[in-house]
Nanobody
Framework: QVQLVESGGGVVQAGGSLRLSCAAS????????MVWFRKGPRKAREFVAA????????SYATSVKDRFTISKENGKNTMYLQMNNLEPEDTAVYYC???????????????????WGQGTQVTVYS
């Protein structure tokens, strides 16, 4: 089973940017459909963005569309989340997840994924 490790979180002022990374080991990102979720204070875990196995398809939550970009770099076996124009409402622990996929579909449900990282904290202050 693939192991996932997130990094890149931190504290940033509203309007700033961060890039999160999700490094994979024990598997290659090119064989996985992957996703970012987040869990904010007193909130349920929510979908942020998804990317298909090939990387050709992406999907975003309405709240982050046009501000966040999900991508994969097979050579570094890493998935990324570029976050621009951050808002205090983006404050959360961000998790990446992966599932083996042969169909190049997009997945967005928590139960769709068996492999999860430990999370990285993002704090945005106004």
């Amino acid at each position: 089973q693939v192991q996932l490790v997130e990094s890149g979180g931190g504290v940033v002022q509203a309007g700033g940017s961060l890039r999160l990374s999700c490094a994979a080991s024990g598997g290659t990102v090119g064989t996985y459909a992957m996703v970012w979720f987040r869990k904010g204070p007193r909130k349920a875990r929510e979908f942020v963005a998804a990317i298909s196995r090939s990387g050709s398809k992406t999907s975003y939550a309405t709240s982050v569309k046009d501000r966040f970009t999900i991508s994969k770099e097979n050579g570094k076996n890493t998935m990324y989340l570029q976050m621009n124009n951050l808002e205090p409402e983006d404050t959360a622990v961000y998790y990446c997840a992966a599932r083996v996929d042969f169909s190049d579909w997009l997945y967005g449900g928590v139960l769709d994924f068996a492999s999860w990282g430990q999370g990285t904290q993002v704090t945005v202050y106004s």
